[in-house]
């Protein structure tokens, strides 16, 4: 084997291989959708097409088995494209189901393939499978097409660019135009190469890994920028604090030890993240600590006004669950414990 065909064999072998790898990674994708399954199974049914492919290409005596399961692997990459481009549309764009199920359809297409191969195996029947073959390039147009006409809105709006394009939107063209560069290499093979089909996936699963990962990057940028965007001004903040604030000393809500950042947000009438954003881009501290504020000054009071009250009582009326974290958020404030405090203080009254 020359070296120009052990790079051939190498880069077409890497492209079935990245395919598997890349069909297993969305049969285990998280959280589970039927756009991701049939993915799966394209791509599945792709690498076995150009395993099939390479291993011939290098080996013409190859058990016609292999040929026959290569085949009618291929003759599902068409169906495969059409049932995920369109469950992924669907699921995006909320539109009407398709008229036939994916199981009938899937089984139907199974019943024919097994037939075909029962009945004229390709080890006896070679000029068959040589016709199925066009048949399958044929079949796989169609799917093309149909998957074509589902897109057909997204084709405009790549054409005049009236809106922005979204992850998902990129993903559906990639996989749709990586599925016809790929029937283009194979339907124009015997004019060619046998081995393009294998070397197209190879560059097509690159190229779109790669546009992918250059898309996150700057759907990521985005988002940091659009936050920014969002962060509250200044004059609808101090509003909200001096809401936040009346709120705790009016009706001292701290004092109920099972507080939480929602409870407050919806007695303010907005949203636990706005909250949590005024807590911390606007006055620079979390939820438990700005509540904490309030129930030490409140025991601060009790242990210098009410020099005979317990700490147990304290702790229970400034909104402490118990004497632990009553202990640990006042030297946490204060920076000695509530004992120590009383005895200091009192003899300055």
Sequence with gaps: MSISQQFLFFFSALGAFNGVLLALYFFLLKPKAPSNYFLAAMLLMLSVRIFKSVIFYFDNELAKIYLQLGLSAFFFVGPFLYLFIRSKFSSLKQKQKPWMSWQVH?????????S????????????????????????WLFYILLSAYTLRHEFLRLVYKKEKFHEDDIWLLSVFF????????HFTAAYTSYIVGALSFSFVFYLSFMAIIFHRRKIATLKSIKYIDKKIIVSEAEELIVKLRQLMTDEMLY??????MPQVAKRMSISTQRLSQLLN???????????NEYRITKAQTLLLQAKKM???DIADQCGFNSNSTFYTAFKKCTGTTPAKYRDVSSPNL
């Design 281 to 291: 881009d606007n006055i620079t501290t979390s939820f438990s600590n700005f509540i």
């Design 178 to 185: 990586g599925n016809v560069i790929i029937w283009l290499a």
């Design 116 to 139: 075909v191969g029962i009945i004229y195996p390709y080890q006896s029947n070679p000029e068959v499978w040589s016709l199925l073959l066009k048949l399958i390039s044929y079949q």
């Design 310 to 312: 317990k700490m147990d």
């Design 106 to 114: 899937l089984a139907i297409l199974f019943v024919f393939i097994t």
């Design 255 to 260: 004092t109920n030890a099972n507080l939480t």
